[in-house]
């Protein structure tokens, strides 16, 4: 039910504003959907991975918010997913985490195309710059996951 509803909403959007974020704490979602609210963003939430990639093969959102951590499987191996396909692979990726982003999670993800990370407690203007940043890339710059 929530599904459908959640695709209903979907299919009435502006897909140019529309942000997919995972992550396992409805709190989170419902806060951070509060926030891009307010900066003209539609967020639409996935509370797994398996949703993740779901959402993200039929609306083929402008961005991707990806829990590091997020079950049933990690963060790394939805975004190797998310990167193998034809219709997801283009789609920018910025993985977070409440934990510490080490330099091998670091480099493996930006092996894997990720374009930016951050640390969950980061302040909301910061999160929205870096999406402001992999949505509209600077000319000869591109976004690697430096954070």
Known sequence: MLWDYAVYIVKSMDRNNVVLMV??????????GSY????????????????????????????????????????????????????????????FTNKDFGVEAAQTANKLGVNAYFHKGVPFKEVLHKVHEVLVPRRGHTSSGAA
């Open 23 to 32: 992550d396992n704490e409805p709190l989170t979602l419902r806060l951070f």
């Open 36 to 95: 891009f609210a307010r900066a003209g963003l539609e967020l639409i939430p996935a509370y797994d991975c398996d949703q993740c990639h779901e959402i993200a093969k039929r609306m083929c959102p402008r961005v991707i918010l990806l829990g590091y951590s997020v079950s049933p499987s990690d963060g790394l191996k939805t975004l190797a997913r998310l990167k193998s396909e034809d219709v997801t692979r283009d789609i920018p990726v910025i993985v």
